[in-house]
């Protein structure tokens, strides 16, 4: 299973952009992961998303709904990503198919033990770097948190980084050990989302394979 280039969503950030829309443009330029992420929307519109995005990524990409675990189930989606703030990983694994996957956000080597502990499938720094995107997110962690929490977990476990990342610092946190970059503004908001998701897979790759 790759998380090379983990896409979120965001109608605020991506010219007009619907949640669906992003999504196919995403998955047609490579991302291996579709996050929807909508704090605002009502409980109906965001099904309704949901279950297009479902059809999108079907048999192409992974379908993560953030913090909503009942959209998530509703929706068939892969999985649910979490924050320190939301329900306890322990407790949504209880209610989930077997292989539904838990995703949740961290900010130190503590919260990530204890998340995979709980039965988190990864777990993703949150931010590596400030970030507008996320105003909510707080002060970047940086490299040297991706190091240790890279050390600090089994290495079947894969880390992601998000906040701030982008082609220019890619290479940087490959090398500190993530294993997938996830990127809000970088993609959403580039005047054609295809191709930044293209370019942004291209650097990935190339700075795994160094």
């Known amino acids: 299973m790759k998380y090379d280039l983990y896409v979120v969503t965001d109608e605020n950030l991506s010219n007009g952009y619907s949640h669906a829309e992003i999504a196919k443009l995403a998955v047609d330029g490579g991302a291996n992961v579709i996050q929807l992420r909508d704090k605002d929307m009502d409980s109906a519109s965001?099904?309704?998303?949901?279950?297009?995005?479902r059809m999108i990524t079907k048999d192409k990409a992974l379908f993560i709904v953030n913090d909503r675990l009942d959209i998530a189930l509703a929706s068939k989606a892969d999985g649910v990503?979490?924050?320190?703030?939301?329900?306890?990983?322990?407790?949504?694994?209880?209610?989930?198919?077997?292989?539904?996957?838990?995703g949740i956000s961290i900010g130190s080597v503590e919260e990530a033990l204890k998340g995979v502990k709980d039965g988190a499938d990864y777990v993703a720094v949150s931010p590596v770097f400030s970030t507008g995107s996320k105003p909510d997110a707080g002060t970047g962690h940086g490299i040297s948190c991706i190091s240790a929490v890279r050390q600090a977990v089994e290495k079947d476990i894969p880390v992601l980084g998000i906040g701030g990342i982008n082609c220019d610092n890619i290479p940087e946190v490959i090398k500190a050990g993530l294993d997938g970059i996830c990127v809000i503004s970088a993609v959403v908001s580039a005047p054609?989302?295809?191709k930044a998701a293209e370019d942004l897979c291209q650097k990935i790759r190339s700075a795994k394979n160094e």
């Open 192 to 194: 054609d989302i295809t």
């Open 81 to 102: 990503h979490l924050g320190q703030s939301d329900l306890p990983v322990d407790v949504v694994r209880r209610l989930v198919p077997e292989n539904f996957i838990i």
């Open 46 to 53: 965001l099904f309704t998303e949901a279950v297009k995005i």
